[in-house]
Each structure stands twice: as structure tokens, then as C-alpha cells.
């Protein structure tokens, strides 16, 4: 605006790329995981949260996609949630169905170890894995998990530290894996 | 433990564990967990917790990945620009219309067990009202993020009830469609993997692979909608009612 001294600033609001999030897949299967405690339910969630996020064309917020995509899978996840409590499920006292097995993790003989996580995970109550699964499963920051589930970064902090507490007491006795590169390299000679 | 506010110790103690305490109070804190056992125990429960947390190395099932690439397919061509439908509708239209058929061996089949368990909800009785109209030939009911068709202007059947079954740790979704003279189908959607189809006879339309069984005196048309296993089933009608309804979907 001529003489006004204001400088018009125009900043461009970056667009979340559908390309991209397929990136994204494995850690938020993972939190759909935390989240339901059924490997089936988690794919279930996580589909219909990619179909929301892939509805329209959407800007991406501070924190970036797998925020977007955390913040998103939250309230997917209190959706069906709301869906289910407006009425009786019916359970069918059909035999079971005969579904294929998915692979679960790169380490099969891990497979019990790593349900055993996931059941330890599913006993939480629900704040609590929400502040698991964005920040240690997805691995997003402090803030960024904040703003992903609407709530303060000091309230995180302390779900956090409550989740992983009541985790640690009950999987006393199993040990995480060594991981290859983890440590220094070491010589025999 | 210290003169710090419990919930404060804990935010830092949670931060040592992972590592995002700012420097300048690492070295205060962890002087601190050095001269109390109490705290040493406490960061080692979030060290121990966040170990195991981030060694959950679980990748996502394949069936998951293929759908969730077929979502990203969809979004992307829905994007292209709109000028385009002016000759991808008529060609759409062209190619409907020279729909081949094509019918593999046997002239039917019985569906296999999980697909005749889900068959068999589809022709159950509904246990919730019918599910509403949302918009955009919808109704306001999902299975697994996929809506189920508002029927009621396209071909002329109404929803008329609805039942949520869990079969194992799948969750099946049906909605039942009232027809013309009586007549009565099931449409149900099971969610996670796609079921195991075997038998039957195939046909195969706009690319949508639709396969007929029969399930006692009933007929059985299923198909895949983004990965995941469609049942449609009913006493009374012909398989070419079930393809007329199963092709009248909305678009994905």
C-alpha cells in the first residue's frame, strides 16, 4: 500500500503432498496399534484416516505431516469410538474368520515380545497412550505433540512420564533387543 | 525426592530419557539422580520404557499398504484438472457400455467359510435403524472409512436397517436395502485383510473383479472397495440384480 510504511508479507502455506505419506505408514500403524490394542482395528483406523486426510487438498500445520497425520488419527480414533457407543455391538457367535495373517515385525521371533508391548500399551488409559503413541511410536516432538492432541506441552510431558512408568513396571521383565549400530563399534583384537 | 515440584522432576525426568532436556539442565538433574536412588529408579523405568517402545519395529501388513497406495491413487486423479472430465466422462460412459463379461470355469460355487460366516449376516436380521442419507448418493454409515450407497434415487432401494457384527477381530458392517416386490439384500463390509475367495463364477466390470456364489438358496455377489471384502447377498434375487446393484456404487 503506497505510502502506508506496511509491508504486505505473504507467506506460502505449504500442501500436504498424498505422495509422500505412504512414509508415513508403518509409524502410524504402529500408533493405530497403541491406540485400538488390535493389529485389525489399527489397519481399519489407519485406512479411514488416510481417507479423511486424502478427502480434499489440505495445508500442512506447524509440526508438519505426521502431526497432521497423529492429529488426524486421534479424531478418527474418538469417531469410531462414538460410532460404536451409539449402539450395541452385536457379537456373532459365527466360527472365526479365516483372514491372512499380516506380517507384524522385521524380527518374527520378536512377534510375542512386541504383542506383549502393544497389550501393555492397549492397559493405558486412552490420554495416556495418546502421549505414547506421538511421541515414542511416532516419534513426534514434545510440541508438536501438543498441538497434534490440543492439550499443553507440560500436560504431555507428565502423561508421558505416567505411560512409560506403569510400561516399565509391568514389562519388568522383558528386555528391549540390542540394536545393530547402537553401541561402539568393538574390536576382538 | 529434591526441592523441585514433583510434576516438574517427572517432565524432566521424562525429557532426560529421551533426550530432549535442554543441556543446561542435564547435568544439574542427573547430579541430582546420582545422589538419590529414588530418582535413579525413576529414570530408569522411562530409559527401560522407551527402549522397548522404540523397539517395536512393526511394519504395516500389506493389505494395508495396498490400500492406503490405491487412497493415494484416487486423491491424486481426483486432483487432476477439471477440464479433463469433459472427455474422461464420455470415454467413462463409452466404456461401460462395452462392459465384456467374462466368465471363468464353473457354473457356480458355494462361498468359503469366512466369506459364507459374513454372507450369512448379510442375510440376518437387523438389529439398528436404518442408517440416514449423508450426501453425495451416501449414507451416513461406514465400514473401514468406505461409505454404503444411497440406493434410493439410482435404482430404487431403500435402506431399511443395519447390524454391526464382530466375527473374530474383524468388525462387519451390513445394511439391508428393501427392493421392489418385497425383495431384500444384505450389503455387508468386512474390515481388516480381504477375505479368501475360492469357487465361484467370476465376471469382471470397469476392471472390478465381481465374483457370484451361493450360499444355500441364497445368491452371493463379492468384490473388493478399497482393499477391503463386499458381500452382497439375497433370498430372492437374481445375480443380475446383485451386479446391477453392486455396479451402482458411488465413485471411490
Known amino acids: 500500500m503506497p505510502g502506508s510504511g506496511r509491508v504486505a508479507s505473504v507467506t506460502s502455506v505449504p500442501r500436504l503432498d498424498p505422495t509422500s505419506l505412504g512414509g508415513h505408514l508403518d509409524a502410524l500403524y504402529r500408533a493405530g496399534w497403541a491406540l485400538c490394542g488390535s493389529r485389525e482395528d489399527a489397519e481399519d483406523l489407519v485406512q479411514e484416516t488416510f481417507a479423511r486426510v486424502l478427502a480434499k487438498p489440505r495445508t500442512v500445520n506447524a509440526g508438519g505431516e505426521r502431526a497432521y497425520l497423529m492429529s488426524t488419527l486421534r479424531n478418527t480414533f474418538y469417531s469410531r469410538l462414538r460410532t460404536a457407543s451409539r449402539r450395541p455391538r452385536t457379537t456373532s457367535t459365527l466360527d472365526e474368520v479365516m483372514a491372512i495373517e499380516p506380517r507384524v515385525t522385521s524380527q518374527p521371533e520378536r512377534a510375542a515380545e512386541v504383542s506383549e508391548i502393544f497389550a501393555a500399551i492397549a492397559d493405558l488409559p486412552e490420554d495416556f497412550r495418546l502421549a505414547i503413541a506421538a511421541v515414542d511410536i511416532l516419534g513426534l516432538t514434545y510440541g508438536e505433540a501438543a498441538t497434534a492432541l490440543g492439550t499443553r506441552e507440560a500436560t504431555i510431558t507428565t502423561r508421558l512420564y505416567r505411560a512409560r512408568q506403569r510400561i516399565a513396571q509391568q514389562l519388568s521383565d522383558v528386555l528391549p533387543p540390542v540394536r545393530e549400530g547402537s553401541g561402539p563399534d568393538r574390536s576382538l583384537a | ?252
Open chain 2, 1 to 252: 525426592m529434591t526441592d523441585h515440584d514433583p510434576q516438574s522432576l517427572q517432565a524432566d525426568l521424562a525429557r532426560l530419557a529421551d533426550g530432549s532436556l535442554p543441556a543446561s539442565r542435564q547435568a544439574e538433574l542427573r547430579a541430582e539422580v546420582d545422589r538419590s536412588p529414588e530418582l535413579a529408579r525413576a529414570l530408569s523405568e522411562q530409559q527401560h520404557a522407551i527402549a522397548l517402545l522404540r523397539s517395536t519395529d512393526v511394519v504395516a501388513p500389506d493389505s494395508l499398504r495396498m490400500r492406503v497406495e490405491q487412497e493415494v491413487r484416487t486423491a491424486t486423479r481426483s486432483r487432476r484438472p477439471r477440464f479433463r472430465l469433459t472427455w474422461v466422462l464420455p470415454a467413462a460412459t463409452t466404456a461401460a457400455a462395452a462392459v465384456v463379461i467374462v466368465l471363468l470355469a464353473g457354473s457356480g460355487g458355494s462361498s468359503g467359510a469366512g466369506l459364507s460366516q459374513t454372507a450369512h449376516l448379510a442375510l440376518a436380521a437387523a438389529v439398528d435403524p436404518a442408517p440416514s442419507e449423508a450426501r453425495n448418493d451416501t449414507l451416513a454409515e461406514t465400514a473401514a472409512g468406505i461409505p454404503f450407497p444411497y440406493w434410493q434415487r439410482s435404482v430404487g432401494w431403500r435402506a431399511v436397517g443395519a447390524r454391526v457384527d464382530r466375527v473374530s477381530d474383524h468388525s462387519v458392517v451390513t445394511v439391508f436395502y428393501a427392493g421392489p416386490k418385497r425383495s431384500r439384500v444384505g450389503y455387508a463390509i468386512v474390515g481388516g485383510a480381504p477375505l479368501p475367495v475360492s469357487g465361484g463364477r467370476t465376471t469382471t466390470k470397469d476392471g472390478v473383479s465381481f465374483t457370484f456364489l451361493h450360499e444355500g438358496p441364497a445368491h452371493v455377489v463379492t468384490w473388493l472397495r478399497s482393499g477391503h471384502t463386499c458381500v452382497i447377498a439375497g433370498r430372492d434375487v437374481s445375480n443380475q440384480t446383485l451386479l446391477r446393484l453392486a455396479t451402482a456404487e458411488i465413485p471411490q
